[in-house]
């Protein structure tokens, strides 16, 4: 009976064409879903090589699976991951193997983490990008928590993940809800790239009216440049989609997105460890004002700019533009690294950066070219704050700041939106300022509250009459 090495709950998008990737790497993989038609269509991709058993029985499952068990769900976060563990329960024995491969969040792996382990079965969260086809052709794997758990599965998840030079896109991360936490600052910058691509179209399309087949051909040339990332590449391929009418498909897709919570999860979490993450910030904002569709619609009548003509060198803006698209997408991957900097000292996950950038070379959301120029920064210098820091990527970021300026003006005066642009900049000239004017913030807190502030001349704690 036990005869597979491996069971996965929830044959959904990624439940499925993960399983499928392991039967490919010749893993014998069972499923599980109580959904029968979901079963059903894993049943019609097996091919004669997969060694696959699929069912909607949860006994007959875990009774196929060889022991110790090790059982991976790819079912929605939240009440359903408690769901399952639950229906799993009373068939699993100790030292059996639950992996959450959903977008967890992470307090809720700390928790299910301590439940589990009091009834002697393993768990750990392990985030999981790339999507369908990372799923089934190789996704970048987070794995933290129970190591020894881990170390048992290796295997499995490097045969399965992307591999970049050969390397593959998982390692183990580090201790609780690491691999969770990765993952939703992974989606956090996520969101602010996504945010800032969108920011670049719209001041190409609406600021200086260029027409739609140079903005795609603009982004099918910056991916062949050091600009090259999986969120560029699909966006050229996004913007050559024409239906059936012959018109450019993005342009009837409405305006308002939704989301499923990772990008708010980092912003709000990054407020609780105080470590900045602007453009996330604004990513989520700009999502939340998308939502707005009526109100904009009443405001554009009311509250009007016209910008002042201006004849335009599109070549010339284009070529600006992809600096100042650099230094954004840059100080999005500072602000998030730096995050997990600091929650992995508040959390003692014991992050390697520099692991988390290997891994995110391929395989997920997020992969780009930048990634290896981080890993070797972290290289370079583990202990590293922030990657403006590193030399290399100071120098780099720094001579693109003149452009990024004139960008940010050019959408300024063209009342284009552009949260996320301008907290990138925000967080670069603030972190550049060797002398903030918080001194300010000091003296009112002081004043109307008699908080009291310190002084740059002498040593404790002051309070003012100020008036
Ligand atoms: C990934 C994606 C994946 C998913 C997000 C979308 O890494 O493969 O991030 O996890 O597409 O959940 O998030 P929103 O629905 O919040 O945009």
């Given at each position: 009976m036990e005869l597979y090495d491996f069971g996965i709950v929830g044959l959904g998008v990624m439940g499925r064409n993960l399983l499928l990737n392991m039967a490919d790497n010749k893993f014998a993989v069972a499923g599980l879903d109580l959904d029968a038609a979901k079963v059903e269509s894993l049943e019609n991709e097996i091919n004669d090589t997969h060694q696959v058993k699929a069912t909607t029985q949860v006994a007959e499952f875990t009774q196929a699976i060889r022991k110790p068990r090790a059982i991976m769900l790819l079912v929605p976060a939240g009440k359903p991951v408690d769901g399952a563990i639950n229906s799993l329960l009373p068939h699993l024995e100790e030292g059996d193997i639950i992996i959450d491969?959903?977008?967890?969040?992470f307090p809720d792996t700390d928790r299910r983490f301590l439940e589990l382990s009091q009834k002697n079965i393993h768990f750990f969260g392990m985030g999981i990008s790339g999507g369908e086809k990372g799923a089934r052709f190789g996704p970048s794997l987070m794995p933290g928590g129970d190591k020894g758990a881990y170390e048992r599965l290796r295997p499995i998840f490097e045969a399965v993940s992307a591999k970049v030079n050969g390397e593959p896109?998982?390692?183990?991360?580090?201790?609780?809800?690491a691999g969770n936490y990765v993952k939703m600052v992974h989606n956090g910058i996520e969101y602010g790239i996504m945010q800032l691509i969108a920011e670049t179209y719209d001041l190409m399309k609406?600021?200086?009216?260029?027409d739609d087949e140079k903005i795609q051909q603009t982004f099918v040339q910056w991916n062949?440049?050091?600009?090259?990332?999986f969120l560029v590449e699909i966006t050229g391929e996004i913007l050559n989609k024409f239906d059936e009418d012959g018109q450019r498909l993005v342009n009837v897709i409405s305006d308002w997105a939704k989301s499923k919570g990772t990008g708010k999860w980092t912003s709000q979490n990054a407020m609780d460890l105080q470590a900045p993450v602007p453009v996330i910030d604004a990513a989520v904002t700009m999502r939340d004002m998308s939502k707005f569709k009526p109100e904009r619609v009443q405001a554009a009548k009311k509250l009007n700019w016209t910008p002042a003509e201006k004849n335009i060198d599109e070549d010339q803006v284009i070529g600006q533009l992809k600096d100042a698209f650099y230094f954004a997408m840059l100080n999005t991957y500072a602000q998030g690294l730096a995050q997990l900097t600091i929650a992995s000292e508040t959390y003692n996950y014991g992050l390697n950066l520099e692991e988390v950038a290997k891994i995110w070379?391929?395989?997920?959301?997020?992969?780009?070219?930048?990634l290896e120029d981080f890993r070797q920064a972290y290289s370079r210098?583990?202990?590293?704050?922030?990657?403006?820091?590193d030399d290399t990527i100071a120098k780099d970021i720094s001579s693109r700041q003149a452009n990024t300026r004139e960008i940010v003006k050019q959408a300024v005066e063209h009342g284009i939106p552009f949260a996320a642009y301008m907290n990138a900049l925000a967080y670069f000239d603030s972190y550049r300022s060797?002398?903030?004017?918080t001194n300010i913030i000091q003296a009112q807190r002081d004043y109307f509250g008699a908080h009291t502030y310190e002084r740059i001349d002498r040593e404790g704690s002051f309070h003012t009459q100020w008036d």
């Open positions: 491969g959903g977008n967890s969040y896109c998982v390692a183990y991360l580090g201790n609780g809800s609406r600021g200086f009216g260029i062949n440049t050091e600009l090259q990332s070379r391929g395989g997920c959301i997020i992969r780009a070219a930048a210098d583990a202990s590293l704050r922030n990657i403006l820091l060797e002398r903030m004017p």
